[in-house]
């Protein structure tokens, strides 16, 4: 299995901040992924990210909000920008690794915006 | 699109009772299905998968899963469940086998066991 890394655990922000969210892998992935889990509900896709070009946003989610950083093979940045409450969720990162193409996913940050 | 339901947002059973966890799933082409179980405050942890071959997959922990072509089913099963399976399921599909496509998740099933 992968080791993930995931930075902060959690973070009680104020609304109209932002906050970056680290995400480190413990060998080289090409894809990595982020998910926001919201409170009771189940995961949804962020968007995919490549080393060394543009993230892939789902719909309904703008790089302007969450903007993403792969700088290399191992670890990409998620920002949070201008919180509001409805953000408040767990945001998860996750790898594929290995042979097998499962899916690894790193303990999640819990954000909440007051 | 593809996409998975799970009918049941909470599922009781009796410790050392059998358990199952419906999952179906909607997918073009052939379907590659995935159980996964949370923790409270901790990440997804990968319990079995299906990818081709016998039907009955069996992963960690004791749990086995059935995969149904023609119900489009892929169940979560424990022959005997324990107090320490109480915890969140997911199922999820992704339409290829490779690691580059994200899997998509049912909305999860809590699972309670109780002594």
């Known amino acids: 299995s992968a080791v993930i890394s995931q930075k902060p655990s959690r973070d009680i922000c104020q609304r109209g901040t932002s906050l970056t969210i680290q995400c480190q892998v413990d060998?080289?992935?090409?894809?990595m992924f982020w998910y926001r889990q919201q409170p009771g509900q189940s995961l949804t896709l962020i968007a995919t990210a490549n080393q060394g070009s543009e993230a892939t946003y789902e719909s309904g989610f703008v790089i302007d909000k969450f903007p993403i950083s792969r700088p290399n093979l191992t670890f990409s940045t998620l920002t949070v920008s201008n919180m509001s409450p409805e953000d408040s969720s767990i945001y998860l990162c996750?790898?594929?690794?290995?042979?097998?193409?499962?899916?690894?996913f790193g303990a999640g940050t819990r954000l909440s915006v007051l | 699109a593809q996409s998975v339901a799970q009918p049941e947002d909470q599922v009781n059973v009796a410790e050392g009772n059998p358990l199952t966890v419906k999952c179906t799933y909607s997918?073009?082409?052939?379907?590659?299905l995935f159980w996964y179980v949370q923790y409270p405050n901790r990440g997804l942890q990968f319990l079995l998968k299906y990818i081709t071959g016998d039907n009955l997959v069996k992963g960690s922990y004791g749990f086995e899963a059935e995969f149904n072509k023609s119900q489009t089913s892929f169940h979560l099963k424990k022959p005997s469940a324990l107090v320490s399976d109480s915890a969140l399921y997911f199922c999820?599909?992704?339409?290829?086998?490779?690691?580059?496509?994200?899997?998509?998740f049912g909305k999860g099933t809590r699972l309670s066991v109780i002594a």
């Open positions: 999820a599909v992704r339409s290829s086998p490779s690691g580059n496509t994200p899997l998509v």
């Open positions: 060998s080289q992935v090409t894809m």
């Open positions: 997918v073009s082409g052939n379907p590659y």
């Open positions: 996750s790898v594929v690794r290995g042979g097998k193409n499962i899916q690894y």
